[in-house]
């Protein structure tokens, strides 16, 4: 592929791409605000994302091909155990995640978006992020812009509202939602359900552990404990425009 392809794939013109290369600037970070810099970091991370698919869709060796390996030589095979034993380096793993996640936050959103999934799902979705990708804790800390003990308070927590004032809450989904975007995936149903249900604004951002006050003879209703239900009884009341005007006011500009 030439250049004059590249850039025009990565959508970067050619002063860009020359201030960049020459890397005459006075402090190596002011690099970062080319961008060259966050394009090209999308277009490898996204490579190294198609290698990995590839390589899980790859069609495993037959048992005939594994007879034929072992009748090579002994030199051969001894070169061949050791190329696949040695695996991607450490280094060359932190650089894909690093890279992974300059390509995630190059993706553009809002500073300030709707969330539309509770606490406990982004949770949820956290851990998986983390154990798909190799990306470590310290690495999605800096991508969301957020300290280990406000993580490490949110994660502790339980329930679909435990934490939502927590700025890991909308922090860390913005992230995971470019990372969607980056993905090419769709949204899911229970992301559309809960546009229908919670409006523009999405779910609030204020902490709600469950706990509801009560009389002495009150009759149980389990759907004055879930955020959800407690929603879908408000929508059912013509009640939650007005719990939205007292939740953010008559600002919908940062949404």
């Keep these: 592929m030439t250049q004059t392809a590249w850039l025009a794939q990565i959508h970067v013109n050619n002063n860009s791409f020359g201030r960049f290369m020459n890397g005459s600037y006075k402090n190596q970070w002011s690099a970062c605000d080319n961008g060259t810099y966050w394009a090209a970091a999308k277009f490898f991370a996204r490579q190294d994302i198609q290698k990995q698919i590839d390589a899980l869709n790859a069609p495993k060796a037959s048992a005939g091909s594994k007879r034929a390996l072992g009748d090579m030589s002994n030199s051969s095979v001894d ?39 509770h606490c406990d799902d982004i949770r949820k ?35 679909k509202g435990g934490g939502a004032a927590n700025k890991v809450y909308h922090n860390a989904y913005r992230f995971l939602e470019q990372y969607r975007i980056l993905e090419g995936k769709p949204k899911s149903a229970k992301r559309t359900e809960a546009e229908a249900r919670w409006g523009p604004h999405g779910y609030h951002l204020r902490h709600d552990d469950g706990k509801r006050w009560g009389l002495p003879g009150d009759q149980y209703d389990k759907s004055r404990f879930d955020i959800d239900l407690c929603r879908d009884r408000q929508n059912a009341s013509g009640s939650s425009a007005m719990m939205d005007r007292i939740r953010w006011g008559d600002d919908s500009a940062a949404f």
Excluded at 86 to 109: F, N, T, Y
Excluded at 125 to 133: E, H, Q, R, V, Y
Excluded at 139 to 157: E, H, P, T, V, W
């Design 79 to 117: 070169a061949s155990s050791s190329s696949s034993s040695s695996g991607p380096s450490k280094k060359a793993k932190k650089d894909a995640a690093v890279a992974l996640c300059a390509a995630i936050v190059a993706v553009e959103l809002p500073e300030k978006v709707p969330v539309f999934a």
């Design 125 to 159: 979705a956290i851990n998986k992020f983390l154990i798909d990708t190799g990306v470590n804790q310290t690495q999605f800390l800096r991508s969301i812009d957020c300290a280990a003990n406000s993580f490490g308070s949110f994660m502790k927590l339980k329930g």
